[in-house]
């Protein structure tokens, strides 16, 4: 633990970011549910996507793929039709995948224990702590970009280079075992506002990384060549060629990438979502 916390400084901590929360608490659509299957959806959209793109797409994914059921027998194409617009598309991927395995594997019902979360299909340590405390109230420390921005704000407001090991002993500290949905809530919403009002604490962070621009980058093209195939199932490599205005050996690269990966399936010069 950082050697200058006091147990009264944690309190006093706990007490700005829990005033935060009842002043200024956001009212976000997966927060009023406890379905552990909306929830692992609403952390797998959230993955480096902003909440006011995800709010809409949640409930709009949930009311076409309403159970995990619903989602592992859904075909991948109807999958990725609706997922369009969030971005990062393996993530649609790995959710289908997440739904099978658990279909599968642990009989329709998401297990509880993070280590069996984590051997989901696109379940990290982050997600796994996430969900296994909002689904299940499973009081476990994690850091996201908002919990971290939270903690270098208070206790290291004069340091650099600030690692998640420095981090991590202050969010076990201050976490609330009783409550740990409503605490995480109030500590990323508290994280939210710092980042608006003030420069953000995460650059503090040995961590942060600036994420690349979205636009005129290869995901960009990638996400241009599936909405193609999407919108002309079976469509001809030189329709395609001729729709994206690519380069040929940059769009053979990434069609050949994207059959690897699943996404699509390609027979003679035609291609179709998998």
């Not at 296994?132 to 009081?139: N, P």
Request: one cysteine or more; proline letters at 5%.
């Amino acid at each position: 633990m950082h050697e200058s916390v006091t147990i009264a400084a944690v309190n006093l901590f706990r007490d700005t970011v829990l005033d935060h929360y009842r002043r200024q608490g956001r009212r976000l659509p997966w927060r009023e549910t406890r379905d552990p299957y909306a929830i692992l959806v609403s952390e797998i959209m959230l993955q480096q996507t902003q909440v006011d793109r995800v709010r809409d797409k949640y409930l709009q994914f949930l009311a076409v793929f309403p159970t995990w059921q619903e989602l592992a027998g859904a075909e991948l194409s109807r999958v990725l039709s609706l997922w369009q617009g969030l971005g990062y598309n393996r993530r649609a991927v790995s959710l289908q995948l997440c739904a099978k395995d658990v279909v599968e594997r642990f009989a329709g019902t998401l297990p509880r224990e993070v280590e069996h979360l984590e051997s989901l299909p696109g379940i990290g340590p982050y997600t796994a702590r996430a969900v296994a405390a909002f689904a299940f109230g499973v009081a476990t420390p994690f850091i996201e970009t908002n919990i971290r921005s939270v903690f270098i704000h208070h206790f290291f407001p004069d340091s650099e280079s600030v690692r998640d090991a420095q981090i991590l002993p202050l969010v076990e500290l201050a976490l609330d075992r009783d409550n740990p949905r409503d605490w995480y809530y109030a500590l990323m919403d508290y994280g939210s506002s710092l980042k608006r009002n003030r420069a953000n604490p995460s650059r503090k962070s040995a961590h942060h990384v600036r994420q690349s621009p979205f636009r005129g980058s290869n995901r960009e093209q990638r996400s241009l060549i599936l909405r193609a195939i999407l919108a002309e199932p079976g469509v001809l490599l030189g329709r395609l060629e001729e729709k994206l205005a690519l380069e040929g050996a940059l769009l053979a690269g990434n069609l050949a990438q994207l059959e690897r990966e699943g996404f699509i399936r390609q027979e003679a010069d035609r291609f179709w979502i998998r």
